[in-house]
C-alpha cells in the first residue's frame, strides 16, 4: 500500500519505520530533511507540514492510499479533512475531532458534559479579570494552562513554576497580552502523583491499547530544569509500569473509551491515535490532557516493539473496521534517550554535525530515530529541536536500559545533550517510592 507521512521528527522516523516493514510503500512530507525517512521514501517532498494544498497536491500526484499525520499542528489545520475530501483515507483526526488536543476547555467541557470519569476540577474563562479574580480567591494551587497550542511548554503549575498568586495572576497578563495559546485560559486543580502515557488505536468507535510509556519532561537530570517536548522514555514488558496497576491501567483505558464515545456522541468520531496523559492519583488516574496523536518520544517506545503489521492497523483504523485480533506488541521493555543540541530548554546550539552508526546499532538490536536534523550535502545537522532517539530493547526495563547506552555510544557529535537517568533503577525506585507514599 502506498502511504503518506507527514512530519519529520523521531515519532515520524518510528512510524515510517514500522510502515515500511509491514510492507507499505512510504511517501513522506516533512519540514526538515530527515535522512531517516528520506531513506525508507519512494519519495519525499520538503514542505510546511501546515501547507495543506501543498501537502494534498503531492498525496494526489502520488496516487497516495493512506495518510498517517505525525504531528498536531496539520491536524489544527484540518489536513485529514482536505486529504478525505481528495478520497485518501487518514490515521488522525478530522479537524473537529482534533480539538480534543487543540482545545483545552472542549475536552475538560466535553468530559463535564458527558459524565467521562477522570475528569479534574477546572474553569475556562475567555477574560483576563475573571481569571485573575478566580486564581485570587482560590486556596489550593492551581494549574494555568492556555487553551490552544503551545508546543508543550505553556503549563504552569502554581508551587512549582509559579511561586506566589501573583507569578500566577503576572503569567495570566502575559497570556492574554500575547495571545499564547490563543489567548484564553483553562485553571484547573493541581494533581500529586506520578505521570504516564497511555497511547490508543482508535477507528471511530472501538479503542485499542499500546504499552504504557513514562516521559521526561524536564531538560535535566533529576527532573529539574525548563519543560521540554521530552527527553526520553521507557516501557515495561508487561506493558504496564512499575507504579501503575493493571486495575489502573483499565481504568485509564476506560475513560479513553468514554471520551471515544463521546466524541461520537457529539458527532465527530475520533479516528486516529489517541494519546492520554495521566496523573496516577491516590484515587487513581486522572486526565492531564489529551492529545491527537502519537506522544513523541513515547511513538519509539510502542513501535518499535509492535509485533502486528503496523500498515494493517493503520488500515483498519482508517476503515473504521480495527479489532482486538489486529494489534500485538512484543512482551519486550524499551527505553529511548534523545540526543539533544546542548543547551535545548533554553538556548540550543543548532547547526552542529552528528553521526550515527546505524549498522553496529542494528546489529546490536537497537534502534535509533532521527528526529529534527537536516541533512545537507550528506552531513547530517542539529537543528534547535531534538536530534536522535536512541532505543534500548530487552527483557527488562534495566537490560534495555543498559542496551540504549550501549547504542547511544554510536552515536557522536560536537555539543550534544542526552538525559541518562531515564530508565535507571534508581529513578524508577524514585517513581514507585514515590508512588507508595501516595497511595498510604
Ligand atoms: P501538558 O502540556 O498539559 O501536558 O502539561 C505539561 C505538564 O504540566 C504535565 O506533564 C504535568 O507535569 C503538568 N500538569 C499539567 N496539568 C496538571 C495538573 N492538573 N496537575 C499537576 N500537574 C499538571
Ligand atoms: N511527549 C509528549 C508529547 O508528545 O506531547
Redesign the pocket.
Known amino acids: 500500500m502506498k502511504v503518506l507521512v507527514v512530519g519529520g521528527g523521531g515519532r515520524e522516523h518510528a512510524i515510517a519505520a514500522a510502515l515500511s516493514a509491514s510492507g507499505s510503500t512510504i511517501y513522506s512530507a516533512m519540514r526538515n530533511h530527515n535522512p531517516g525517512i528520506a531513506g525508507l521514501s519512494q519519495e519525499f517532498k520538503l514542505v510546511k507540514e501546515t501547507d495543506v494544498d501543498k501537502v494534498v497536491e503531492f498525496a494526489a500526484d502520488h496516487a497516495v492510499e493512506l495518510a498517517v499525520i505525525g504531528p498536531e499542528s496539520p491536524l489544527e489545520v484540518g489536513l485529514v479533512d482536505a486529504l478525505e475530501a481528495k478520497g485518501i483515507s487518514c490515521v488522525g483526526p478530522s479537524r473537529a475531532a482534533a480539538r480534543l488536543e487543540v482545545s483545552?476547555s472542549f475536552t475538560r467541557g466535553l468530559m463535564r458534559k458527558h459524565d467521562v470519569p477522570g475528569n479534574?476540577e477546572f474553569e475556562a474563562f475567555d477574560d483576563l479579570e475573571a481569571a485573575k479574580a478566580y486564581v485570587r480567591d482560590h486556596d489550593e494551587d492551581l494549574?494555568v494552562?492556555p487553551v490552544g497550542l503551545?508546543g508543550?511548554?505553556?503549563?504552569?503549575?502554581m508551587g512549582?513554576h509559579l511561586l506566589t498568586k501573583e507569578d500566577a495572576v503576572r503569567y495570566l497578563e502575559d497570556i492574554f497580552a500575547h495571545n499564547i495559546g490563543g489567548g484564553g485560559v483553562v485553571l484547573?486543580?493541581?494533581?500529586?502523583g506520578e505521570?504516564f502515557t497511555l497511547q490508543a488505536f482508535c477507528d471511530g468507535h472501538r479503542v485499542i491499547p499500546m504499552p504504557l510509556v513514562q516521559?521526561h519532561?524536564r531538560a535535566y537530570e533529576g527532573d529539574v530544569g525548563p519543560?521540554t517536548g521530552g527527553m526520553g522514555s521507557y516501557s515495561q514488558e508487561d506493558h504496564l509500569l512499575p507504579f501503575v496497576t493493571p486495575s489502573e491501567k483499565e481504568a485509564a483505558l476506560e475513560i479513553m473509551r468514554a471520551t471515544v464515545a463521546a466524541m461520537e456522541r457529539e458527532g465527530c468520531p475520533y479516528r486516529g491515535i489517541l494519546y492520554g496523559?495521566f496523573?496516577n492519583t491516590r484515587s487513581g488516574p486522572?486526565v492531564?490532557?489529551f492529545n491527537a496523536r502519537f506522544g513523541d518520544p513515547e511513538a519509539m517506545n510502542v513501535l518499535s516493539i509492535v509485533s502486528s503489521s503496523f500498515t494493517d492497523i493503520c488500515a483498519a483504523i482508517a476503515a473504521g473496521s480495527l479489532s482486538d485480533k489486529d494489534v500485538s506488541f512484543a512482551r519486550k521493555a524499551t527505553v529511548c534517550k534523545y540526543v539533544v543540541p546542548q543547551g535545548y530548554g533554553t538556548s540550543p546550539a543548532a547547526g552542529k554535525e552528528v553521526h550515527v552508526d546505524e549498522v553496529n546499532i542494528a546489529a546490536m538490536g537497537a534502534r535509533a530515530y532521527y528526529a529534527m536534523v537536516s541533512e545537507e550535502n550528506g552531513r547530517v545537522l542539529t537543528t534547535t529541536s531534538r536530534a536522535v532517539g536512541v532505543v534500548g530493547i530487552d527483557d527488562s526495563i534495566e537490560a534495555a536500559e543498559k542496551a540504549c547506552e550501549k547504542a547511544l555510544s554510536y552515536v557522536k557529535g560536537e555539543a550534544i545533550f542526552v538525559r541518562h537517568d531515564i530508565g535507571r533503577p534508581e529513578v524508577i525506585r524514585r517513581r514507585v517510592e514515590h508512588m507508595e507514599t501516595i497511595r498510604s
Open positions: 483545552k479534574i494549574v494552562k503551545t508543550g511548554k505553556g503549563v504552569k503549575v512549582e484547573e486543580e493541581r494533581l500529586v505521570e516521559d519532561k519543560n496523559q496523573m486522572r492531564i490532557e
